[in-house]
């Protein structure tokens, strides 16, 4: 069972990616590489810093959340963020891949959770006016077997 749903939060999100990808807008190599420099140190500062001080900087305020656990906003994003930080330790942010694509910014990461098991992280964000607008995101905790010989990062 648990393969099953694996197989399928995969293959929707490489439907859901395709067809992101078809929408999203035209970029050149440096917007490209601006937007991916924009959501690394953002996740750097906001995840691995607990650094909320410029929110704004990375955030436009109308932010799209696409989590059904936090509401649309930059402001609702900082209170439910620092809810969920406020017993963490900081940390340096393990990004396995990123990618970008139009107006898109496609992250992997390697987190640890709090009791110490592996947690795979997919996150989408949407980039406009040099700002995140739109985000989606995937969680999975690593399972302890495997059926295979290939990690999950």
Same mark, same amino acid.
């Given at each position: 069972?648990?393969?099953a ?9 490489f ?7 078809? #929408?999203?807008?035209?970029?050149? /190599?440096?917007?490209? *590489?601006?937007?991916k %420099?924009? !959501? +690394?140190?953002?996740? $750097? ?19 799209? #959340?696409?989590?059904?656990?936090? /509401?649309?906003?930059? *402001?609702?994003?900082? %209170?439910? !963020? +620092?809810?969920?930080? $406020?017993?963490?330790?900081k ?63």
């Amino acid at each position: 069972m648990g393969k099953a749903i694996t197989t399928i939060v995969l293959l929707g999100l490489f439907l859901f990616s395709a067809g992101l990808g078809a #929408q999203s807008k035209k970029a050149s /190599a440096a917007d490209l *590489e601006y937007n991916k %420099k924009l !959501v +690394k140190d953002f996740y $750097q500062k906001i995840f691995g810093d607990h650094d909320f001080t410029n929110i704004d900087h990375y955030l436009l305020p109308t932010y799209i #959340q696409h989590n059904p656990n936090v /509401a649309d906003g930059s *402001e609702a994003f900082e %209170k439910a !963020v +620092k809810v969920w930080l $406020q017993n963490e330790p900081k940390t340096k942010i393990d990004i396995q891949h990123i990618a970008a694509e139009g107006d898109l910014v496609f992250l992997h990461v390697r987190d640890v959770l709090p009791d110490g098991k592996l947690q795979s992280v997919i996150d989408i964000f949407r980039i406009e006016n040099k700002k995140i607008a739109e985000h989606w995101d995937v969680h999975e905790t690593v399972p302890e077997k495997s059926a295979n010989a290939h990690p999950m990062f």
